[in-house]
């Protein structure tokens, strides 16, 4: 079994690897990238980004310099930007800037990287099933909207890592009660999450109930055990407010919100949008499927009214595994462990809800902390069926891969100056165009479908032996 595992994860990490490369070496990056970068890079000169003053990099594009104002990553929190500081700053300063980019991107991708391990770990604290647990990391790994953060600097991928993490453990402290040890950990991973990315902040309250819930109903005294809840909240809380406190104290000095340094006012100018009201955006159906909608990435938009039929089609399969989930398995732990990925994919909703009201946008980005759920809950309706799971879960991973590549072809396409009306051409000419040559790219195939074989090849032996081998779950110990 463990051997199994080894081989699938390694095919995992193998394709995660090569289908990443295939963003690195042809996208040149997002519209935001640039100003991520110049956080990290003034973090690098010993100063924080201000939010007037905009950018400070030494960028120049096309004979001009790069400047823009606001600064509009700056209300951002800092732990992603000064673990890309001392290397952005470095290779800035002794050569062009494009290699920062580069090294930005490398360093992005080994958090991404660290992700794909923690969605195995994470998958295997809830399942508990190898099977699934092969699944669900897989598929993570896959997602379209997580890959391409992935190989872009963005720090998407810090929320990605540290939502995974503290879904994880509270899984354990869920089976297992509350342990110092777990609680440490807990605290931990709140810290950084918070110092990461403002959204954390529902996985952070989600986390704080969690805990307060296992003292209090798994403890033989109720109060002693909400007394010790309430001590190990606090233990958290003290945690996250030395880490990160003091930043988002800067913030509400700035602008009176602690989230924001300035109103959302200037998007109007600088991007055109118009004032969305609370209701309107509630109303406004995309909100409830673009994760679904841009699950397999943008060349799904050129299939125009497929796209509407296939979204639902992702929508049940995914509602269906989370009912079934709820309701497979018959202990107080198991569902609340739902009821955790339920409320976590919920709190991702209304924060796409608070970001596009106003003159915000929809962004399927907003999701990523809950790609573990996403993942969890595909994972398990593609493996509902014993017989057939092995056939449900190599094409949902398999469609996910393609799902990946398909996007960054067709994005480098339709963003490609001069189209020779062959989307893998006009990928080809743009890795070219930064410098990478036909070869890189063919290389990069090779190593995904290798990596998508041993998937596939683990998958199958697993179903078989979960099929041979009787399955027993003894009751894990709970904590007075």
């Known amino acids: 079994m463990k051997r199994l595992m080894a081989i699938g994860m390694l095919g995992v990490f193998l394709t995660y690897v090569a289908v990443v490369g295939l963003y690195m070496v042809a996208i040149k990056g997002s519209d935001d990238s640039l100003l991520h970068l110049d956080y990290a890079w003034q973090l690098s000169q010993g100063r924080f980004p201000d939010w007037n003053d905009g950018t400070k990099i030494p960028i120049n594009t096309g004979g001009e310099n790069f400047r823009m104002k606001p600064q509009?990553?700056?209300?951002?929190?800092?732990?992603?930007?000064?673990?890309?500081?001392?290397?952005?700053?470095?290779?800035?300063?002794?050569?062009?800037?494009?290699?920062?980019?580069m090294a930005a991107r490398l360093?992005?991708?080994?958090?991404?990287?660290?992700?794909?391990?923690?969605?195995?770990?994470?998958?295997?604290?809830?399942?508990?099933?190898?099977?699934?647990?092969?699944?669900?990391?897989?598929?993570?790994?896959?997602?379209?909207?997580?890959?391409?953060?992935?190989?872009?600097?963005?720090?998407?991928?810090?929320?990605?890592?540290?939502?995974?993490?503290?879904?994880?453990?509270?899984?354990?402290?869920?089976?297992?009660?509350?342990?110092?040890?777990?609680?440490?950990?807990?605290?931990?991973?709140?810290?950084?999450?918070?110092?990461?990315?403002?959204?954390?902040?529902?996985?952070?309250?989600?986390?704080?109930?969690?805990?307060?819930?296992?003292?209090?109903?798994?403890?033989?005294?109720?109060?002693h055990g909400l007394r010790r809840g309430l001590l190990y909240c606090c233990v958290i809380v003290l945690g996250v407010a030395v880490a990160s406190g003091w930043f988002y104290y800067g913030n509400y000095l700035e602008s009176g919100s602690w989230y924001r340094k300035a109103d959302q006012s200037w998007v109007?100018?600088?991007?055109?949008?118009?004032?969305?009201?609370?209701w309107n955006t509630i109303t406004d159906i995309r909100v409830y499927t673009n994760v679904l909608s841009r699950m397999y990435g943008n060349p799904w938009e050129r299939w125009g009214a497929y796209n509407i039929t296939a979204s639902w089609v992702v929508s049940c399969t995914i509602l269906f595994g989370l009912f079934v989930v709820s309701f497979r398995k018959k202990t107080i732990q198991d569902k609340a462990i739902v009821a955790l990925c339920m409320a976590m994919f919920a709190i991702n909703i209304l924060f796409i809800i608070w970001h596009a009201k106003g003159y915000g946008s929809l962004n399927v980005r907003y999701m990523l902390p809950s790609t573990i759920v996403v993942a969890l809950a595909a994972g398990y309706a593609a493996t509902i069926y014993a017989p057939l799971s092995p056939f449900g879960a190599t094409a949902l991973i398999i469609a996910g891969w393609l799902g990946s590549i398909g996007n960054v072809i067709w994005y480098v396409s339709a963003t490609s100056d001069m189209r020779s009306g062959n989307s893998f051409n006009d990928y080809l000419a743009g890795a070219a165009e930064i410098g990478f040559p036909p070869i890189i790219v063919y290389i990069f195939f090779v190593l995904a479908a290798a990596g998508a074989i041993a998937q596939a090849y683990a998958i199958f032996k697993l179903a078989y032996v979960e099929k041979i081998t009787p399955r027993t779950r003894s009751p894990l110990p709970m904590s007075s």
């Not at 992005?108 to 647990?133: D, M």
């Not at 999450?193 to 952070?204: D, K, L, N, Q």
């Not at 109007?268 to 609370?278: C, E, I, V, Y």
Request: hydrophobic fraction near 55%; aromatic fraction near 12%.
């Open 107 to 223: 360093l992005t991708f080994l958090v991404g990287v660290g992700c794909v391990a923690a969605f195995f770990w994470t998958a295997w604290a809830v399942s508990q099933s190898p099977k699934i647990t092969m699944t669900v990391g897989a598929f993570a790994a896959a997602w379209t909207p997580f890959v391409k953060v992935s190989g872009d600097v963005m720090n998407d991928v810090a929320a990605v890592l540290t939502s995974t993490l503290a879904i994880g453990l509270c899984a354990l402290i869920i089976r297992r009660g509350v342990q110092p040890r777990y609680v440490a950990r807990l605290a931990l991973v709140c810290a950084m999450g918070m110092a990461s990315r403002a959204t954390f902040v529902g996985m952070f309250a989600l986390s704080l109930c969690v805990v307060l819930w296992t003292t209090t109903v798994f403890s033989e005294d109720r109060r």
């Open 72 to 101: 509009y990553v700056s209300h951002h929190p800092p732990l992603y930007y000064a673990f890309l500081a001392p290397t952005v700053g470095a290779t800035v300063e002794w050569g062009d800037w494009r290699s920062g980019v």
């Open 268 to 278: 109007a100018k600088a991007q055109g949008r118009k004032l969305q009201g609370l």
